[in-house]
């Protein structure tokens, strides 16, 4: 257990290195239209999403708290309306960072149980705290939207993460459910799994169809055929590491083998966050340590 816990904290420990040595100022919020009053905000951590009805905000996700400000400007550029939802894909800080900034008399934080555990063992201030928590799926309504669901996916890229799905606009926000064109980051120090991950994203492949847009926790807005490559290349690197198992091969000599990952090496999936060398070593010790809450 215990090459588990050290890789998965140096991957996040690395993550926010990262971000700390970029300056706030340099970044900047980039706004894409997904649908008519829906939109994708891009700047530093993961995508949030803006929906807005005639007098009602819903956003996803609050990137990091030194960006607030400029996220505000983002949001005020398309609309006045307070924040009446904010919803956290799961707890990781490039997803919660801003929620106390945000978080108004008129706003209500919801995120699925296991969220508020971690933040609230991470000593989080009442600000920053979901104040509404699913523990399976939790269902919302706007003027507008009558049909927005939260529901929770067990043991994917943590233990507490939920996808957004606006059904009448058919646009879905995936949490780190899905790293559009690169490798996950499976948290597995948070619960997270590979089983859990590819269930997650086959579970949302069966709920949505043809023409839903798919904003992702990180990477560009993405389409069903995308999520359908993730899946199966997914399934690739599981089935070609559950093999070298099967063969008695250890994690390092697992996480040397660049052959078990080159085919999506080569088309750019190990630049991101999580190299080949990452990818390989979650999926080894996944499947040796699974997670699971079932
Ligand atoms: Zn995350």
Known sequence: MKSIITS??????????????????????????????????????????I????????????QFAPLSNKIKKAISALTSNPITYLINTHHHGDHTGGNENFNSDETTLIAQKNVLKRLTSQGKSPGYLPEITLDEEIKLSLPE?????????????TDG?????FMDKNVIHMGDVFFNGAYPFIDLNSGGSIDGYIAAQLLILNTINEDTRIIPGHGKLATIDDLKYSINMLKDLRAAIQLAISRNNSLEQVASNTELTKRYD??????????SKNIRSTIYESLTNPNTDK
């Open 8 to 49: 998965a904290s140096l991957l996040l420990f690395s993550f926010y290195a990262a971000f700390a040595q970029v300056d706030p100022s340099t970044v900047t919020i980039k706004t894409t239209a997904v649908v008519e009053n829906v939109y994708m905000l891009e700047g530093s951590g993961g995508n949030i999403m």
């Open 51 to 62: 929906a807005i009805s005639d007098d009602e905000t819903l956003m996803v996700d609050s």
């Open 145 to 157: 939207d009558e049909n927005i669901m939260v529901v929770h996916v067990h043991n994917a890229h």
């Open 161 to 165: 993460d939920s996808f957004v799905y």
């Open 266 to 275: 080569d088309l750019g999936y190990g630049t991101g966050f999580i190299n």
